[in-house]
């Protein structure tokens, strides 16, 4: 099983193929449909995972609850732009224009916490809890992946 730095960076990975990809598709093709469906529903599973097993714990140290409310600010401001790329026609200059904001915020928010954010937290998951919260996190994360739609129809009552 993976360390839970382990489990994210590879996330972090495979959403920065799918950036790529995405990137380099145009117009509404099935190429773009099919990576940014893929896109949307890890992003969506990883970051709610991420904010249970992961920001609960660093939010329990005084200097991790900054960490952690920008982290899951940042996720807030990353799911809005997702959803408002869903709703907007993908052969849509505006489309791009607002994927390209996604694209560097996103990056920007990956970086951040495999540099910053993961040394901090290594002071409070040591190393001989690495592997359990990275089984807790896998394990959440399947369990939000199957949560997606139910959790946007329960938005759209708020």
Same mark, same amino acid.
């Given at each position: 099983?993976?360390?839970?730095?382990? +489990?994210?960076?590879?996330?972090?990975?495979?959403?920065?193929?799918?950036?790529?990809?995405?990137?380099?598709?145009?117009?509404?093709?099935?190429?773009?449909?099919?990576?940014?469906?893929?896109?949307?529903?890890?992003?969506?599973?990883?970051?709610? +995972?991420?904010?249970?097993?992961?920001?609960?714990?660093? &939010?329990?140290?005084?200097?991790?609850?900054?960490?952690?409310?920008?982290?899951?600010?940042?996720?807030?401001?990353?799911?809005?732009?997702? !959803? !408002?790329?869903?709703?907007?026609?993908?052969?849509?200059?505006?489309?791009?224009?607002?994927?390209?904001?996604?694209?560097?915020?996103?990056?920007?928010?990956?970086?951040?916490?495999?540099?910053?954010?993961?040394?901090?937290?290594?002071?409070? &998951?040591?190393?001989?809890?690495?592997?359990?919260?990275?089984?807790?996190?896998?394990?959440?994360?399947?369990?939000?992946?199957?949560?997606?739609?139910?959790?946007?129809?329960?938005?759209?009552?708020?």
């Amino acid at each position: 099983m993976p360390s839970i730095y382990d +489990a994210i960076k590879t996330d972090h990975d495979t959403h920065r193929d799918l950036l790529a990809k995405l990137a380099d598709t145009s117009g509404d093709s099935d190429t773009r449909r099919q990576a940014w469906q893929t896109f949307y529903n890890d992003v969506k599973s990883h970051a709610a +995972a991420e904010e249970e097993t992961f920001y609960s714990k660093l &939010i329990s140290e005084t200097w991790g609850q900054d960490a952690a409310r920008h982290s899951v600010h940042e996720h807030q401001q990353l799911d809005e732009l997702m !959803e !408002e790329l869903n709703e907007t026609d993908m052969s849509s200059p505006a489309w791009l224009t607002r994927f390209k904001t996604l694209k560097h915020d996103y990056e920007h928010h990956m970086d951040e916490e495999e540099q910053e954010v993961f040394e901090r937290a290594k002071k409070v &998951i040591g190393e001989e809890q690495n592997n359990g919260f990275g089984m807790r996190f896998e394990a959440r994360k399947k369990e939000e992946r199957a949560l997606i739609e139910k959790k946007k129809a329960d938005s759209l009552e708020d």
